[in-house]
């Protein structure tokens, strides 16, 4: 019984170690989206917890695929031929992570675009037009993550 926890202990350290050892990373994940609410949208709760909502959901999304990005710069490079068995496997688990995301992220981007029609209907132009530079925040968001995957995949 020593025999075997002494051999579990060696396994777990080890396991550590190279968890540890992998190369510190200097490139850090964008700071959060934080959408400044026109005053016209502020006495409105329910849009206000709705794009509040939307913020947060961009924000983890963003932060999941650009994490994939940074600690994985190795994956990004290499051709499936050139993995070795673990690499495939870690890329299947991370895709099928970044799917589960992508799809969170898609169906609650489907729904803030209804739920921003079904607003704008009972808004006046003041309204609309403030609404809409939230959603160009929103956009401006995304554009800025496609911007940033790029410079990190050339600082790897």
Not at 60 to 83: C, G, H, Q, R, W
Not at 101 to 106: I, R, T, V
């Amino acid at each position: 019984m020593k025999k075997l926890s002494y051999i579990v202990m060696i396994v777990f350290v080890a396991f550590m170690a190279s968890c540890n050892n992998k190369k510190a990373n200097k490139v850090e994940t964008m700071p959060p989206l934080a959408v400044e609410i026109p005053a016209e949208l502020q006495e409105n709760p329910e849009i206000v917890k709705f794009i509040r909502a939307s913020e947060k959901s961009i924000n983890e999304f963003a932060n999941k695929v650009e994490s994939f990005y940074i600690e994985n710069p190795d994956l990004l490079t290499k051709d499936v031929e050139e993995m070795s068995m673990v690499e495939k496997l870690k890329v299947m688990k991370v895709a099928g992570e970044m799917a589960i995301a992508f799809g969170e992220f898609s169906m609650h981007y489907a729904e803030m675009n209804t739920k921003m029609e079904n607003f704008e209907e009972m808004m006046d132009e003041e309204q609309i037009a403030a609404m809409s530079t939230v959603g160009e925040a929103f956009e401006k968001r995304m554009k800025l993550l496609e911007e940033r995957l790029d410079k990190i995949k050339l600082l790897q």
